[in-house]
C-alpha cells in the first residue's frame, strides 16, 4: 500500500544547524576536517523528484512495504526528502519523513566513531589487545579493538546460536556479556585478521571494550563522542527496557517461511523486542534526516583527525561474491564512491551512503524486513544514480561533478524486481 508521496524541504532552522556542525565539526584533538560541498537550498527539478518518488513507491510494493522513507541530496543539484504509504496494514495513519525505526547494523558506524575519537584522544589504539583491556573474559587472545570493528576478529556471529531465543523472547533484556560469551563459544570464522565476517557479538564486545578502557558507560560515550558533536537528538540505543520504537512509528513487519517458502498471509509485526539483544551492535533507533547526518560525518570523518579517519577508510574485502569495489572499513562498507551500509532488524531494513568529495548522500527505510538489508541497499544505490545523473541547479554554485558509480540504475532497478517477495 503505497498511496500519496509526501515531501518535506530541508530549509528548517534544525537542519541548518546540523550542516553548520558538520561544516566545523572538530576532533577531540583539535584538527579540523574538511567539509562537505554546500549543499544548494533548492528541490531537485519536478521531472527528477517524479523519478525519484516513483523509485520509491515501487520499492515498498516488491518489498511488500506498508511505507517506507527516502531522502536525497546532493550538492550541485537539489534535495528531496519523501515518505509514502501507512504505518501498518491496518493502521492507515500515514508514514512522515521525520518517522523512528531501528537501524540494526548502521549502529555499527556509531560504535566505531566512539572507537576513532578515543583513538584520537590516545585513551586507546587500533592495536590495543581486548584481552589486556578486558582480562575477565575469556577466549579473546590476539584480537584487537581495530578488528572488532572492522569485522576481522574472528568472532562468529550469534544469531545461528540465539536467533531462535530472540524470536520467541524478544522482550527480554539480554546482558551483553551473555552475548558476547555466546559468540565466543561457537566455532571462529578465522584467525584474528584474517578476513572479514558478520560478527554483532564483536561489536558488542568491542562496546564493553570500550565502557571498559575508559569506566564510563556507553550512553556517555555515545553522547559525547557522536551525539552531541552532529546535534542528533532523534538517534541512539534506548534502555533495555524500552521494547517498543520511541514516537509515531511504522511496524516493523516479517514474512515467517516454512519448508523455504515465505508464508505471505502470515506476516508479522516484529518491532517490539529489547534493543538489548542487538546493543552496541545494532540497537539503535534513529530517523532518515538523522541518518544523513550520521552517514555524512561518518564519510568524511567530520570529527575525526585526517589521520585516523584515512585509517577507518582502509578496507578488507568482503569475500564471496562481493564485488572487488566493494570493502569494508571500520564501521561501514565501501561500495564505489559511497561509504555507510545497510541493516535488517526489528521488520525494518535501510541502508544510507554518502560520498565524501560530491557529497551525493542517499538514506532509505521500508518497514517490511523480509527482502533483507541488501534490497535496502539495492534502493539506496538506484536513488543515488539517479541522484547523480542530475545536472546543476542555476541557484547552485557547484558545477556537476564526475561521479563513477559501478552500477546503473536500470541494474538496481532489475535486482530489486528479482529480490521482490510476496507480489500478487
Not at 572538530?26 to 527528477?48: H, I, M, N, Y
Not at 570464522?189 to 564493553?208: F, H, I, N, Q, V
Not at 585526517?306 to 578496507?315: F, G, M, P
Not at 568529495?357 to 536513488?383: E, I, K, R
Request: glycine fraction near 10%; aromatic fraction near 6%; include cysteine.
Amino acid at each position: 500500500m503505497t498511496g500519496r508521496t509526501r515531501t518535506r524541504g530541508f530549509a528548517t532552522a534544525a537542519m541548518f544547524a546540523a550542516v553548520a556542525l558538520l561544516a566545523t565539526a572538530c576532533s577531540a584533538t583539535g584538527a579540523a576536517r574538511a567539509a562537505l560541498p554546500e549543499q544548494v537550498d533548492t528541490p531537485f527539478d519536478k521531472s527528477v523528484e517524479e523519478s525519484l518518488s516513483d523509485t520509491l513507491k515501487t520499492a515498498v510494493a516488491l518489498s511488500d512495504s506498508t511505507g517506507g522513507v527516502a531522502g536525497v541530496w546532493a550538492p550541485w543539484a537539489g534535495q528531496w526528502l519523501a515518505a509514502t504509504g501507512q504505518l501498518g496494514i491496518k493502521d492507515k495513519k500515514p508514514v512522515t519523513t521525520d518517522t523512528h525505526f531501528r537501524i540494526g547494523e548502521l549502529t555499527q558506524g556509531m560504535t566505531c566513531t566512539v572507537l576513532m575519537r578515543l583513538v584520537d584522544e590516545k585513551t586507546v589504539t587500533l592495536d590495543d589487545f581486548v584481552s589486556h583491556v578486558l582480562p575477565s573474559i575469556p577466549g579473546t587472545e590476539g584480537i584487537t579493538l581495530g578488528q572488532l570493528c572492522q569485522g576481522t576478529s574472528g568472532i562468529a556471529d550469534t544469531h545461528s546460536a540465539l536467533g531462535s531465543q530472540f524470536t520467541k523472547n524478544p522482550e527480554r533484556p539480554w546482558p551483553p556479556i551473555e552475548i558476547v560469551s555466546n559468540a565466543l563459544a561457537l566455532p571462529r570464522t578465522g584467525a584474528p585478521g584474517e578476513k572479514w565476517a558478520r560478527s554483532d557479538g564483536g561489536y558488542m564486545l568491542l562496546g564493553l571494550a570500550l565502557e571498559a578502557a575508559t569506566g564510563r558507560s556507553w550512553a556517555d560515550l555515545e553522547k559525547q563522542y557522536v551525539l552531541d558533536p552532529l546535534g542528533l537528538e532523534q538517534t541512539g540505543i534506548p534502555a533495555d527496557s524500552e521494547v517498543t520504537v520511541p514516537g509515531e512509528h511504522p511496524a516493523g513487519y516479517l514474512v515467517p517461511s516454512a519448508d523455504g517458502a515465505l508464508k505471505c498471509d502470515a506476516v508479522r509485526d516484529v518491532s517490539t523486542l529489547s534493543p538489548s539483544m542487538a546493543g552496541t551492535a545494532g540497537g539503535a533507533v534513529s530517523t532518515v534526516p538523522e541518518l544523513k547526518t550520521l552517514v555524512q560525518s561518518l564519510a568524511s570523518g567530520t570529527t575525526l583527525t585526517e589521520k585516523t579517519h584515512t585509517k577507518q577508510w582502509q578496507t578488507v574485502p568482503l569475500g564471496g561474491s562481493a564485488p572487488q569495489w566493494e570493502g569494508r572499513g571500520y564501521g561501514g562498507t565501501q561500495i564505489g564512491p559511497l561509504r555507510g551500509g545497510s541493516a535488517s532488524f526489528g521488520g525494518y531494513i535501510s541502508a544510507a551512503y554518502s560520498d565524501p568529495d560530491s557529497g551525493l548522500t542517499v538514506v532509505v527505510m521500508l518497514n517490511n524486513a523480509t527482502a533483507g538489508a541488501d534490497f535496502a541497499q539495492n534502493l539506496a544505490l538506484q536513488l543515488a544514480s539517479l541522484g547523480a545523473r542530475t545536472a546543476a541547479a542555476k541557484e547552485s554554485a557547484l558545477d556537476k561533478p564526475v561521479i563513477e558509480l559501478p552500477w546503473s540504475a536500470e541494474q538496481m532497478a532489475d535486482k530489486l524486481k528479482a529480490d521482490a517477495i510476496c507480489q500478487k
